[in-house]
Nanobody, 123 residues
């Protein structure tokens, strides 16, 4: 069973930057993609970005494209999310997750959720 632990959240003013990290521990069934989701108060969980096992393929939602960058550590079990030009609407709990089934799995194929890390962006 794989466990995920996120870190790096916090409070920042609009226009600022934050870097989130997610470390996976335990034994995975096979190679996996890693992704980030977020959930704002009163809203559904949103799939915002993912990276394939090799790191060669990435996905970004329109809401974060051009501002956020996902990357994967050399050991493959760590994923980072560099967030720039943050906006108040980026305020949410950010979760990382593992995905199986394809290079960039669909949201329903992600699981093994971390506990989440809060990101708050003030105007």
């Amino acid at each position: 069973q794989v466990q995920l632990v996120e870190s790096g959240g916090g409070s920042v003013q609009a226009g600022g930057s934050l870097r989130l990290s997610c470390a996976a521990s335990g034994r995975a069934l096979r190679s996996y993609a890693m992704g980030w989701f977020r959930q704002a108060p009163g809203k559904e969980r949103e799939f915002i970005t993912a990276i394939s096992w090799s790191g060669g393929n990435t996905y970004y939602s329109d809401s974060v494209k051009g501002r956020f960058t996902i990357s994967r550590g050399n050991a493959k079990n760590t994923v980072y999310l560099e967030m720039n030009s943050l906006k108040p609407e980026d305020t949410a709990i950010y979760y990382c997750a593992l995905g199986y089934g394809s290079s960039i799995p669909v949201p329903a194929d992600f699981g093994s959720w971390g506990q989440g890390t809060q990101v708050t962006v003030s105007s």
